[in-house]
């Protein structure tokens, strides 16, 4: 149980909620700091104020899976904010410290995409699996140190960024890593990678401050191509069933620059 982190999630998801959202009349000009009281969370949730408040302030003996259920439905919490809680409580499955292979499947999906650029990432955001075509649009993957291999650091070398700005691709990635970081609280590498993108990326670390873990399934990408410029890309995750794995494919709409230099890139692989 992380009580430290616990209370400071419980705070800022009481503080992001309005009474509107949970259905208590709004009384708004009346309250002097932004969202929930303490003690409406306490009874939405059926404990007393008292323990809720120690709660927050990382005093209180850990909840059970019913508090935590019950604290969940007050907050409307969403499922990743839910595992979220339930794994700083220390009430959720210990998470396998063993690297998962990538399935066979996806592997074979990765070299049937055709023209559809596409790598699987893991929890750390490592890109442990790529086509041909990511390579060329990219970088070669397999040219780089293991470690630089990572999303993160793609981002602060200046290979790819999301568009307008790296602050969508950041929000995304604190979420993703903060849901990591919950399930694996010991790893020294990710604890690092956290502190690194944190300094590079203000947007990141005010997301990471706010514990925001609802990842974003799709985003835009841009990626700087030594050939065909600046390329702006549909970035799309899916998740692996039964696997932490995530496949990203990357496409373009029709008729777009992008769209042509994919075609370029797909013709000039076969």
Same mark, same amino acid.
């Given at each position: 149980?992380?009580?430290?982190?616990?209370?400071?999630?419980?705070?800022?998801?009481?503080?992001?909620?309005?009474?509107?959202?949970?259905?208590?009349?709004?009384?708004?000009?009346?309250?002097?700091?932004?969202?929930?009281?303490?003690?409406?969370?306490?009874?939405?949730?059926?404990?007393?104020?008292?323990?809720?408040?120690?709660?927050?302030?990382?005093?209180?003996?850990?909840?059970?899976?019913?508090?935590?259920?019950?604290?969940?439905?007050?907050?409307?919490?969403?499922?990743?904010?839910?595992?979220?809680?339930?794994?700083?409580?220390?009430?959720?499955?210990?998470?396998?410290?063993?690297?998962?292979?990538?399935?066979?499947?996806?592997?074979?999906?990765?070299?049937?995409?055709?023209?559809?650029?596409?790598?699987?990432?893991?929890?750390?955001?490592?890109?442990? &699996?790529?086509?041909? =075509? /990511? %390579?060329?649009?990219?970088? @070669?993957?397999?040219? +780089?140190?293991?470690?630089? $291999?990572?999303?993160?650091?793609?981002?602060?070398?200046?290979?790819?960024?999301?568009?307008?700005?790296?602050?969508?691709?950041?929000?995304?990635?604190? &979420?993703?890593?903060? =849901? /990591? %970081?919950?399930?694996?609280? @010991?790893?020294?590498? +990710?604890?690092?990678?956290? $502190?690194?993108?944190?300094?590079?990326?203000?947007?990141?670390?005010?997301?990471?401050?706010?514990?925001?873990?609802?990842?974003?399934?799709?985003?835009?990408?841009?990626?700087?191509?030594?050939?065909?410029?600046?390329? @702006?890309?549909?970035?799309?995750?899916?998740?692996?069933?039964?696997?932490?794995?995530?496949?990203?494919?990357?496409?373009?709409?029709?008729?777009?620059?992008?769209?042509?230099?994919?075609?370029?890139?797909?013709?000039?692989?076969?």
């Amino acid at each position: 149980m992380n009580k430290r982190e616990l209370a400071d999630f419980l705070r800022r998801r009481r503080e992001a909620r309005s009474p509107g959202d949970v259905g208590l009349p709004d009384g708004s000009g009346r309250r002097r700091t932004p969202g929930l009281r303490r003690e409406e969370v306490a009874w939405l949730a059926g404990v007393s104020t008292n323990y809720y408040e120690r709660l927050e302030q990382a005093r209180a003996p850990r909840p059970s899976t019913q508090v935590l259920a019950a604290l969940g439905t007050a907050l409307k919490l969403s499922e990743a904010e839910s595992e979220h809680l339930a794994r700083l409580a220390g009430q959720a499955p210990p998470a396998t410290e063993t690297a998962e292979p990538v399935p066979r499947g996806v592997l074979q999906l990765l070299d049937r995409l055709g023209p559809v650029p596409a790598y699987v990432v893991n929890e750390r955001l490592d890109i442990v &699996a790529w086509n041909d =075509l /990511a %390579a060329s649009l990219i970088t @070669d993957f397999s040219k +780089l140190p293991r470690e630089e $291999r990572n999303t993160l650091r793609l981002s602060m070398r200046g290979v790819c960024s999301a568009q307008n700005g790296e602050n969508h691709f950041a929000r995304q990635a604190a &979420a993703e890593l903060r =849901l /990591a %970081a919950a399930r694996h609280p @010991d790893d020294p590498a +990710l604890a690092a990678l956290t $502190r690194e993108y944190a300094n590079f990326s203000a947007e990141f670390a005010e997301t990471w401050r706010d514990h925001e873990v609802q990842p974003r399934p799709t985003l835009r990408k841009r990626i700087d191509h030594p050939d065909f410029g600046p390329l @702006d890309l549909d970035c799309q995750t899916l998740h692996v069933p039964g696997q932490k794995h995530r496949l990203i494919l990357l496409s373009a709409e029709p008729g777009t620059t992008a769209h042509k230099a994919l075609e370029g890139l797909g013709a000039a692989a076969e």
